[in-house]
């Protein structure tokens, strides 16, 4: 039985029409979305492509990056460590650096400590072009990096933040300046 656009009387019935209407809209909505999601995937697949292809060059710029990061927080906390040392001690013999394993797979070192500071040498395992092959540092955070020809290469090589505030370099002093109380007396300073 067909379903009759009419009512009794012979004039269209709206609710009908409306209800047909809506349902064709959905009949073609749902078409176009599923022709849609088809397109999505191949999409989806070539991004994933794309990300994978990215992954593998970012990991490789990760590893050099994370590289740095390792010598250069090594380094960091060894200076950190020898000046704090050296300011106990009264001078800087006796006092020890221990680098991790990894960062003694990529540099060797070379500490000398003298009475009224220290040189850090590093000097890189192998011979590559892509890691400072020489970095030198001493206690007033002189830092000079050098490539395997011997050129210095400290701008390109040494993080532009690197020791620019070392902790536990110098000595702390403070200084108390003594402010006028409320009652017009002044402090008096122990």
Do not use: W
Not at 17 to 33: I, Y
Not at 113 to 142: F, M, V
Not at 167 to 181: E, F, H, L, M, Y
């Amino acid at each position: 039985m067909a379903i009759s656009l009419y009512n009794e009387d012979g004039s269209i019935c709206k609710l009908r029409v409306g209800c047909l209407v809506v349902a064709a809209v959905c009949f073609f909505t749902s078409s176009l979305m599923q022709m849609s999601a088809a397109d999505d995937i191949q999409d989806t697949k070539v991004e994933a492509n794309l990300a994978t292809q990215k992954q593998v060059t970012t990991q490789n710029f990760s590893k050099a990056k994370d590289l740095n990061q390792i010598i250069f927080t090594e380094l960091s906390d060894a200076v950190a460590y020898l000046n704090t040392c050296g300011s106990i001690n009264a001078g800087f013999v006796g006092c020890e650096v221990n680098f991790s394993d990894k960062f003694k797979q990529i540099y060797s070192q070379d500490i000398e400590a003298y009475d009224d500071g220290y040189t850090i040498s590093i000097t890189a395992q192998q011979k590559r072009d892509n890691i400072c092959y020489k970095i030198i540092i001493d206690s007033s955070a002189n830092v000079i990096a050098y490539n395997t020809k011997g050129e210095e290469i400290t701008k390109q090589c040494v993080p532009h933040n690197f020791l620019k505030n070392p902790t536990g370099q110098g000595k702390s002093v403070s200084t108390t300046v003594a402010n006028n109380a409320r009652l017009g007396r002044t402090l008096v300073d122990n």
